[in-house]
């Protein structure tokens, strides 16, 4: 069943309890207990910030976090439920927020404050468990099977949203299931201010007959490949031929297939202590000599480095690149970036003119190695936006998340760049490093 609760009122199935909201089911002999996930959504999170801090000034009013209010331009961040009732949507400019809505009130995004909100709602979740898993500045996961001495996943829900809304005046919504993938759509189903349990026998109910980019974690361009197919919503995914989908779109078309069916084994994964630096290097099987065999190597590095960093949550300000020739001679070299970054094809970039400013086209490289510095927490960095980056970036973001998590289930080499397959040839000796 599926089980809805907000500050507007309650409302629920046939059934007679909430299900996972009843008890804790602990694991018995030979049987592991079964998992319960939370999902916390911050409804609106910036501009809610803005209202809990003056309140007077913009609670329940149309108001828009943009790149830059005073001189009216920029992308819209985010906008209260207000602006949005009124036709306001992340990623608009200024001008067509305002053309939507005149009376839109502008707000110059403020990092600082939205980090200290951020840190205090991840610091009530966590609590309630040690496994809060962080993955932007507003949203996180928590596995609170093991939790069952602060009542029933429904108790912590509540308790949490409560705290949350008395503590810091902010509304959230949160999602309770059985994995990841349930727990995020089961926040998302309703907004603001509501609690929503989602099982997997309700997915054939509630999600069956929704269009396929519902699912979370398929975009609008695979459901535009899917129709083709003529496979129009989850239900008709989860009925499809699993040769066909792996013939179409390889191990993503398993994966959708699992998730159509409301299968997740992804694990919360809570942020550990941060490392210096993140590293690796590869000695080559035979010395390179030309920018062109440099450049895939460099893009290996850059792929690996990165994924490891976003493991970990964290973003880069710096990209480092050791180069040793025949003779063992080692240099190292660094270029800091303009904004930090986690994307594989920034760091490729920033190596890429490092070789290009460093060493000499004919001369032999033996080993290469990048290294990522000045590492920041993703969800506490502040990242300038303009229109274009902003829309490059979310795609980006999007792509990255689907693949590693891919490879998260079917292994490092599920999926790569076609620039990886010659840079990827047996008989090189890799090694990680990380402060």
């Not at 902010?170 to 999602?175: D, E, N, Q, R």
């Not at 999926?415 to 840079?423: D, H, T």
Request: positive net charge.
């Amino acid at each position: 069943m599926c089980y809805h609760e907000s500050r507007r009122g309650i409302s629920a199935g046939t059934e007679g309890g909430t299900g996972l909201g009843e008890t804790f089911v602990g694991g018995t002999e030979g049987r592991p207990a079964r998992r319960v996930i939370l999902h916390i959504d911050m409804n609106a999170f910036y501009a809610s910030v803005h209202a809990a801090v003056e309140p007077d000034k913009y609670r329940g009013k149309p108001v828009a976090v943009a790149g830059d209010a005073e001189k009216r331009r920029g992308v819209v961040v985010t906008s209260s439920y207000e602006a949005r009732a009124r036709g306001v949507r992340t990623g608009m400019t200024v001008r067509e927020a305002l053309k939507a809505c005149p009376d839109l009130i502008l707000i110059r995004p403020d990092f600082k404050l939205y980090k200290a909100y951020s840190r205090a709602f991840l610091h009530i979740a966590s609590d309630y468990t040690p496994l809060v898993e962080a993955v932007s500045i507003d949203e996180c996961y928590l596995d609170i099977t093991g939790s069952g001495q602060f009542g029933t996943p429904l108790d912590i829900a509540r308790e949490i949203q409560r705290r949350i809304r008395d503590e810091l005046s902010l509304p959230c919504s949160i999602g309770i299931a059985p994995n990841k993938l349930l727990a995020k759509m089961a926040s998302d189903m309703r907004k603001p201010n509501a609690i929503t349990i989602l099982r997997r026998r309700d997915v054939p109910r509630l999600l069956w007959d929704k269009p396929c980019d519902n699912l979370h974690g398929l975009g609008p361009k695979t459901a535009e490949k899917l129709r083709r197919l003529n496979i129009r919503t989850i239900g008709e995914l989860a009925a499809a031929d699993e040769r066909l989908l792996a013939a179409r779109f390889g191990v993503y078309g398993l994966w959708m297939k699992r998730a159509a069916h409301g299968m997740d084994d992804s694990p919360v994964q809570p942020q550990r202590e941060a490392a210096k630096s993140v590293g690796h290097s590869t000695t080559l099987p035979r010395d390179l000599s030309t920018s062109r065999e440099w450049r895939r190597v460099l893009l290996q590095l850059a792929d690996q480095t990165t994924r490891r960093l976003r493991r970990q949550g964290m973003l880069c300000r710096t990209v480092q690149v050791a180069i040793r020739d025949p003779s063992m001679r080692t240099i190292t070299r660094a270029e800091t970036l303009e904004e930090p970054t986690d994307a594989a094809v920034d760091v490729y970039r920033a190596a890429c003119r490092i070789m290009d400013r460093h060493w000499t086209e004919g001369k032999p490289v033996r080993l290469l190695g990048v290294t990522l510095q000045s590492l920041s927490p993703r969800n506490e960095t502040p990242v300038q936006l303009d229109l274009f980056r902003y829309r490059d970036m979310f795609r980006q973001r999007k792509l990255a998340e689907v693949v590693d998590r891919l490879r998260d289930k079917y292994g490092e080499n599920a999926l790569f760049s076609a620039g990886l397959l010659e840079a990827n040839r047996p008989g090189a000796g890799d090694d990680d490093d990380g402060e």
